[in-house]
């Protein structure tokens, strides 16, 4: 059904589509009676899947990535899908229009999307309001934070500050972003001394936010950095004490293998060409910190076999989006049912019990 679906979709301009989806979601959230129906099509809730981490019980460990949901606009829609974590945003502090279009493009022949979109979004003021209509979830929300396009990289500290005291009462979880690709300067925050900076100064406004109980803060890194480079990320979580990593946003690699005409456009690469690499690299962190740092892999997960692969290598949790463009809403709940079929080919009673067992 949805192959046909997606025919038509795919005749229409991807951000023309993304926004028609996004006031979808919108509209069907609003009828709260068919709830019962999404659930009865699209939700999967076995106790195998269920993880806790941070304190947080995630119903089941695929969540989507952030780049959907950039003003929290659809978080009770998505909850039906069966995600068990929904990463919302990026969002910056100051409202942004973003880079010019066209900024988004459908790679098909390689199962994969270009973006160059720039953090467009109404601004921190707006994703706090609309983030605290959502209310208590079953599906944890994440909100990934990024730098305001306007504000200097000298700069940069109280700009992540600003959005992170606003939205901080509302959300679960927090992912600092300095791995975009598509504004201009935001991945030299990834070296050692600025990103020290910002992850030390929301740590200690977490501390008087709560102090008892602080709220985990995440750091979301390129899969184009090297080895070296991302030792000095590890080196950094690890003096600032924040809870864990998120590998990777989307490359500005261009892969020989790619086929689509699409393939020259500038922007981010995700999909299934970044799979192996961001794999890689999550084996790598996870080899690097003796599997004590919790990481969410992103990149590339089309199937249950492609989410195991992540979670063997050291990924707690999973997050898919590309992939859901090019095989509908029910993916969670074909990865979720996948998954439980892998675990008991393999005789693990809980997902818990895969991370890192490569």
Not at 13 to 31: A, M, R, S, W
Not at 102 to 115: G, M, T, V, W
Not at 224 to 230: K, P, V
């Amino acid at each position: 059904m949805y192959q046909f679906i997606r025919s038509l979709l795919f005749t229409i301009d991807p951000e023309n589509t993304h926004t028609y989806t996004i006031n979808l979601g919108k509209l069907l959230q609003l009828f709260g009676p068919l709830n019962a129906l999404w659930s009865w099509m699209f939700r999967y809730e076995k106790t195998a899947l269920k993880t806790t981490l941070w304190g947080l019980e995630f119903p089941n460990p695929v969540g989507l990535a952030a780049g959907y949901d950039k003003n929290a606009e659809t978080f009770r829609f998505l909850e039906q899908l069966n995600y068990g974590h929904i990463e919302l945003g990026a969002v910056t502090y100051h409202p942004q229009a973003g880079n010019p279009k066209p900024r988004l493009f459908r790679l098909s022949e390689d199962q994969a999307l270009i973006n160059r979109m720039g953090f467009n979004g109404a601004g921190a003021e707006v994703f706090a309001s609309n983030l605290q209509k959502i209310g208590t979830t079953k599906a944890i929300k994440m909100v990934n934070i990024g730098k305001s396009k306007i504000v200097e990289n000298a700069k940069a500290v109280e700009d992540y500050l600003k959005t992170f005291t606003l939205v901080f009462p509302y959300a679960d979880v927090f992912i600092v972003n300095v791995s975009s690709p598509n504004t201009p300067g935001l991945r030299t925050l990834q070296g050692k001394d600025e990103l020290t900076k910002i992850l030390k100064a929301l740590v200690k406004k977490r501390k008087e936010f709560a102090p008892t109980t602080p709220k985990p803060i995440l750091v979301k890194i390129a899969p184009d950095l090297t080895n070296s480079q991302i030792d000095d990320v590890l080196d950094v979580i690890k003096k600032t004490k924040i809870d864990g990593i998120v590998a990777t946003n989307t490359t500005l690699s261009r892969p020989k293998s790619l086929l689509s005409k699409n393939k020259a456009e500038t922007g981010g690469l995700s999909g299934l060409p970044l799979k192996d690499k961001a794999t890689k690299i999550i084996r790598y962190i996870a080899k690097k910190t003796d599997g004590k740092l919790p990481i969410i892999g992103v990149g590339g997960i089309f199937t249950a076999e492609d989410a195991y692969e992540k979670i063997k290598a050291g990924a707690s949790l999973v997050q898919i989006y590309t992939s859901m463009v090019y095989e509908g809403p029910a993916l969670p709940k074909r990865i979720c049912k996948g998954l439980v079929t892998l675990m008991e080919k393999n005789g693990k009673q809980n997902i818990a019990d895969v991370v890192g067992k490569r």
